[in-house]
Nanobody, 119 residues
Framework: VQLVESGGGLVQAGGSLRLSCAAS????????MGWYRQAPGKERELVAA???????LYADSVKGRFTIASDNAKNTLSLQMNSLKPEDTAMYSC??????????????WGQGTQVAVSS
């Protein structure tokens, strides 16, 4: 399975970005998917996840600002990020779940796309 992210960039605080993840093969319909991020000097954290049934999970720090969505027909995962803050600056990677639910964890990640938010 290959996961390729796009859509990162530099944006001012308060702005928006939309990240996309394209996957090879039809995996979205059977596996949970998620977005992780890792800032310099910090551990990787789960930002948002979506189960194969459409249930979503968000980190407290992004609730109300970020929206995860999957398009099974197009094999793409997206992350709409609004009201961005400097602390959102990180490398964002999409991840494939080990099962249909995100509670089972994630087993593979893409290379990532960099997001930088200026104050």
């Amino acid at each position: 399975v290959q996961l390729v992210e796009s859509g990162g960039g530099l944006v001012q605080a308060g702005g928006s970005l939309r990240l996309s993840c394209a996957a090879s093969g039809s995996i979205f319909s059977s596996k949970a998917m998620g977005w992780y991020r890792q800032a310099p000097g910090k551990e990787r954290e789960l930002v948002a996840a979506i189960s194969s049934g459409g249930s979503t999970l968000y980190a407290d720090s992004v609730k109300g600002r970020f929206t995860i969505a999957s398009d099974n027909a197009k094999n793409t995962l997206s992350l709409q990020m609004n009201s961005l803050k400097p602390e959102d600056t990180a490398m964002y990677s999409c991840a494939r779940g080990r099962s249909a639910t995100y509670s089972a964890g994630f087993g593979s990640w893409g290379q990532g796309t960099q997001v930088a938010v200026s104050s």
